[in-house]
């Protein structure tokens, strides 16, 4: 496609349970980045995956959150046992192949997440 | 800790004005960059602009950098009321790296 999808585009679930969120970066971009923004908040930085290296989990709030890059391409983020701190827009961006070292980052739309 | 803040938080202006929004940043970086995000939802990139320059043009927009202050500044000339979004600053956490740490954004209003 021409940009970086995500899906579902909202997503409302009972506490407890789990949760899967998707995003489709831009064919061909090496690097993925998942970030979560709270209501009129900044970007919280959750966790980076370039290439074949080993994914850059640092922002990850807690053993609940984990995400996989399948292939290089598709990135999965997983909620397990949602908490209600967990509501949030869930946003994927992925960035093309490094030119003189500067980055864009092109960004999904984003997966709303409410936490009932 | 936040590596780049914005200011002010929220600015609200009558179309036809110009809107200036301010960056901070912390530690030495490569590059800076704004984004404009509308209705909470995903981001999109306005401009970057390198250490080495002090200022760019892109349409309506103008951004300077001073390094030796570690800031930056945002203006928007000739406002729309389609500008009205949230606009967000992002920096490498270090020098040379890929990653962007995002700062908390200014909510600008331009009321018709």
């Known amino acids: 496609g021409a940009g970086v999808s995500q899906s579902p585009s909202n997503k409302v679930t009972e506490k407890g349970k789990d949760v899967e969120l998707r995003c489709d970066p831009i064919?061909?971009?090496?690097?993925l980045y998942w970030y979560r923004q709270s209501l009129g908040q900044g970007l919280e930085f959750l966790i980076y995956?370039?290439?074949?290296?080993?994914?850059?989990k640092s922002g990850l709030p807690s053993d609940r959150f984990s995400a996989e890059r399948t292939g290089g391409s598709v990135s999965t983020l997983t909620i397990q046992r949602t908490q209600q701190e967990d509501s949030a827009v869930y946003l994927c961006?992925?960035?093309?192949?490094?030119?003189?070292?500067?980055?864009?980052?092109?960004f999904g739309p984003g997966t709303r997440l409410t936490v009932l | 800790s936040q590596q780049g803040e914005e200011d002010p938080q929220a600015l609200s202006i009558q179309e036809g004005e110009n809107a200036t929004m301010n960056c901070s940043y912390k530690t030495s970086i490569n590059n800076l960059q704004w984004y404009r995000q509308n209705s909470g939802r995903g981001l999109v990139h306005l401009i970057l602009?390198?250490?080495?320059?002090r200022e760019k043009h892109s349409g309506r927009l103008r951004v300077t950098l001073d390094t030796s202050k570690k800031s930056s500044s945002l203006l928007i000339t000739a406002s729309r009321a389609a500008d009205t979004a949230s606009y967000f600053c992002?920096?490498?956490?270090?020098?040379?790296?890929?990653?962007?740490?995002f700062g908390k954004g200014t909510k600008l209003t331009v009321n018709p």
């Open positions: 961006a992925s960035i093309a192949p490094g030119r003189e070292g500067l980055y864009e980052q092109f």
């Open positions: 602009i390198r250490s080495n320059e």
């Open positions: 064919s061909g971009h090496t690097a």
């Open positions: 995956f370039q290439g074949n290296s080993a994914p850059d």
């Open positions: 992002a920096t490498p956490p270090q020098r040379g790296s890929e990653k962007l740490v």
